[in-house]
């Protein structure tokens, strides 16, 4: 079945760059998803990517896909402390119910 | 805005009993899901339903069923707690439209002694 990877820890210092990996196995993947979750919280999207672009930018957020690797990064500039949360790489594919695969989740804590 | 509301942020439940957690969405979503989530191993999807009364297993099943009587209603059933059921549960809905992107509830946390 499909399989996503993340690590599961990223300390950073507060103004500095993070950069959130992730590795997928479904090269029929057609979305690609950064959910974070926040403490005591759910998940909320925060970016997705469809599977034929390369990057895209929102803000401070860049996410990066290099499908041949089937690697999709996450890259927050200026990380403040308020970014502190899991972040959840996803991804989706065609001819099912939506049924999205999560990763293991990467644990961001921003150093003051 | 989209509203996932789950019934119970904290549940202390013993093996062998029937437990009952409820999840409302206000939003006419199609798709509604139920996920366990733990530390080291992410999301993992238990059911999930994309129209009344209609269900599909997930990944990991066993142990549990789901109830779909309304739209916007999805209950998840633990049919006789066991202790490897603590865990944190999620669920979720969505369009069945681009971007299908999912609304989460707060979850509820788990515990069965």
């Known amino acids: 079945g499909e399989d996503v990877e993340q690590s599961l820890f990223l300390s950073v210092r507060e103004g500095d760059s993070s950069v959130i990996n992730c590795t997928y196995t479904?090269?029929?993947?057609?979305?690609l998803y950064w959910y974070k979750q926040e403490p005591g919280a759910g998940l909320q999207l925060l970016t997705y990517i469809f599977s034929n672009m390369d990057m895209k930018q929102d803000q401070r957020l860049t996410v990066l896909l290099n499908k041949k690797d089937k690697h999709l990064s996450l890259r927050i500039a200026d990380t403040q402390t308020g970014d502190s949360a899991i972040y959840f790489c996803a991804e989706i594919h065609s001819g099912g119910y939506q049924k999205v695969t999560f990763g293991t989740g990467t644990k961001l804590q921003v150093i003051p | 805005d989209v509203k996932v509301t789950q019934s119970s942020r904290y549940l202390v439940k013993r093996t062998g009993e029937k437990v009952f957690l409820e999840c409302v969405q206000d939003?006419?979503?199609?798709?509604m899901f139920w996920y366990r989530q733990d530390p080291g191993l992410g999301l993992r999807l238990i059911y999930f339903s994309y129209d009344v009364k209609m269900k599909e297993k997930g990944d990991i099943p066993e142990g549990y069923s789901v109830s779909r009587e309304k739209k916007e209603r999805f209950s998840l059933i633990l049919e006789s707690a066991s202790t490897n059921q603590t865990s944190m549960y999620l669920c979720?809905?969505?369009?069945?439209?681009?971007?299908?992107?999912?609304?989460f509830g707060p979850g509820t946390r788990l515990t069965v002694t």
């Open positions: 479904d090269s029929s993947s057609t979305y």
């Open positions: 979720a809905s969505s369009l069945s439209r681009v971007p299908y992107e999912q609304y």
């Open positions: 939003m006419d979503h199609e798709n």
